[in-house]
């Protein structure tokens, strides 16, 4: 069993920057595949970042070059960087958790967070 605590949402103008953390629980943390999964008003959950537990990393198309997914093991904390940020961004942001590979697929993933929202308007 993994929980999942997200922090570091808010609101932010378009260009700007944020960063996500997610705090889990357990000591089998770096046995874990993480997530960043997104959900929009109206849309469907969109995966946009993973890291495997051996660090490997993916990030959807519409995030490439602006998202950084990162992991500390010994803090049980995974990061998202988000740099300029724009208003389709905009969306509740989960944390997930899955063994050992990542998935691109958000189904895939077992163990979830909260969310939580981020916002980017002027």
């Known amino acids: 069993q993994v929980q999942l605590v997200e922090s570091g949402g808010g609101l932010v103008q378009p260009g700007g920057s944020l960063r996500l953390a997610c705090a889990a629980s357990?000591?089998?943390?770096?046995?874990?595949?993480m997530g960043w999964i997104r959900q929009a008003p109206g849309k469907e959950r969109e995966l946009v970042a993973a890291?495997?537990?051996?660090?490997?990393?993916y990030y959807a198309d519409s995030v490439k070059g602006r998202f950084t997914i990162s992991r500390d093991n010994a803090k049980n904390t995974v990061y998202l960087q988000m740099n300029s940020l724009k208003p389709e961004d905009t969306a509740v942001y989960y944390c997930?958790?899955?063994?050992?590979?990542?998935?691109?697929?958000?189904?895939?993933?077992?163990?979830w967070g909260q969310g939580t929202q981020v916002t980017v308007s002027s």
């Open positions: 997930a958790a899955r063994p050992v590979s990542y998935a691109t697929k958000h189904q895939d993933y077992i163990y």
């Open positions: 357990g000591r089998t943390f770096s046995t874990y595949a």
């Open positions: 890291i495997s537990s051996g660090q490997s990393t």
